[in-house]
C-alpha cells in the first residue's frame, strides 16, 4: 500500500509534540523534518486551519491544538476494556486451554466483567458479575499491587481479611509483603489462597494514564502450576497483558 507523503509528514509533525516540548518554532520543526520552511509552513496551515494545530500569538511559535484532545477523548471514551482484551483472552485459552477471567475494581473488591472457559473445564467457582476478594484472589492482588500508596492505604482501611483456605493471607503485614514481591516480578500467584485446588496467575492491564484498569488471571489446578508451566505461561501471559495495554492506549513510560 503506498504511503501518501504529505499526510504522513503532517503526522510526523504532530509526534515532535511532547511534554518537554509543548511549543516548537517554525525553523525548529523544519530543522528536524529536515524539510524547507515553505513546505512546513503549509503544512502547518493546513494542521491549524483543521484545529490540530494552533499557532501561539505571544511567541509566534506552534503547539498541539484542541481538536486532539477532542479526538483523543473520543477515542478513550469509547474503549470498552471488555470488547478490547476479548481476542487476545480467547487466544490464550485456546493456546493453553486454561480457564481465565478479566476483573475489575470496584471500591475494596475485584469485579468479574469476562470469563473465558478453558476447555479442561476444572474452574466452577467464577462468573461474571461476582465479586473477588482483593487479598486472596490473584486479579485482586493485582488490581491493588500496582496502585499509588494512598490509594493501597484507603483499600485496606478497616479491611476485613477473610481466611478462605489454609493458604489466605489474614493480615495487612503480611499481605503488603506480598504485593511488594508482586511489584518486583510484575505478576501475582494465587496458590489455593481463594479457592481450594485451584491457582492463578495474574498480570495487570494499563491504561492511557499509565494506571491499572483492570487485571487478567489464568486459573488451573494446583498440580499443573509447576515450575515448567511457570516458565512457559508467564511470558505468553505478559505479552497477552502488553497487548491488551497498548490497545487501551499504554505506553512504556506513561504516568
Known sequence: MPIIQSVERALKILDLFNEFEPELKITEISNRMHLNKSTVHSLLKTLQEHGYIEKV???GKYRLGMKLFERGNFVIYNLDIRSVARKDLLELSRKTGHTLHLVILEG??????????????NVQYSRIGRRAPVHSSGVGKTLVAFRKQEEIDAILDGYHFEK???????????????????????????????????S???????????EVTAAFSLSMPTPQLNDKQLEQLVPMMRQTAERISKQMGYRQGAS
Open 108 to 121: 475494596k473488591e475485584g469485579v468479574y466483567i469476562d470469563k473465558v472457559e478453558g476447555t479442561s473445564g
Open 200 to 210: 492463578c496467575l495474574a498480570f495487570p492491564i494499563y491504561n492511557h494514564t499509565g
Open 164 to 198: 478462605r483456605t489454609a493458604n489466605t493471607l489474614t493480615n495487612k503485614p503480611d499481605f503488603l509483603k506480598e504485593l511488594e514481591r508482586i511489584r518486583e516480578r510484575g505478576y501475582a500467584i494465587d496458590r489455593e489462597e481463594n479457592e481450594p485446588g485451584i
Open 57 to 59: 500569538s505571544e511567541n
